[in-house]
């Protein structure tokens, strides 16, 4: 859990904790893209009312998706602190983000008679905010509790011990994913390709991250990952 202070040697330490300003700078970008593209192309939700209620949807899933996945992540922590709800506040999993946004708007689009899909305008402003707040995770060293396990070969993240930096890991597949995302066309196949690949590697990725692996092995990003990667496969080929 968050909390340490040991943050990356590179950030100054004159300067305030980055994981807030850069969290900031994702959701303030990502938006502005977001407009810039439905300016640029013809939004595919043909009214602004029904793009609002989306947009809401998406907005009140993605907050409580991505806190019921905290408190999965570790039960025996959740459960010691039921009483403790400064703590239960204090973090939030992109995962469970953008599943619970995912699953809030398409039980919008099911009351608003939607049948079409409506999210490929969100997927390169979701990749742009997910590549500026990992620089904020980056920074935050072994503070931000989303680095990886010991290596030899590691970067010292705040504790003097050489660790995976999976937050550029991270950056490094997202910038390699974007050009695939940006030669899809057909509608709807963006928005399942990005969620597919991005499952994946956090699928992978949660294995070299320091943390508890209740799930028949898995953690509880893992298990949301294929249980999400299943929703991407069926509405794929529906």
């Excluded at 398409?106 to 707040?133: C, F, N, Q, Y």
């Amino acid at each position: 859990m968050p909390g340490t202070m040991a943050l990356h040697p590179w950030w100054p330490s004159t300067l305030p904790h980055p994981h807030l300003p850069f969290e900031l700078l994702a959701y303030t970008a990502g938006f502005q893209l977001f407009l810039w593209q439905r300016r640029r192309r013809r939004d595919s939700v043909d009214s602004a009312e029904n793009r609002g209620w989306l947009t809401v949807a998406a907005l009140c899933g993605a907050a409580i998706g991505a806190k019921v996945l905290f408190w999965l992540e570790d039960p025996t922590w959740t459960a010691a602190h039921l009483t403790d709800l400064p703590a239960l506040m204090t973090g939030k999993t992109v995962v469970g983000g953008f599943l619970g946004g995912w699953s809030a708007v398409e039980l919008a689009k099911s009351r608003l008679h939607i049948a079409h899909s409506t999210g490929d305008v969100l997927v390169l402003p979701m990749v742009l905010g997910l590549i500026l707040g990992r620089l904020g995770c980056f920074f935050s060293g072994v503070d931000d509790a989303t680095h990886g396990t010991p290596v030899p070969w590691g970067m010292d993240l705040g504790d003097g011990i050489p660790r995976h930096p999976t937050a550029l890991y991270e950056i490094v597949f997202l910038l390699g994913l974007t050009p695939f995302l940006n030669a899809t066309q057909r509608d709807g196949r963006k928005f399942l390709m990005f969620m597919a690949a991005y499952l994946a590697f956090r699928l992978v990725a949660e294995s070299i991250k320091i943390q508890p692996f209740p799930y028949f092995g898995l953690s509880g990003i893992q298990a949301a990952c294929i249980l999400g990667l299943g929703a991407v496969i069926w509405r794929w080929n529906k």
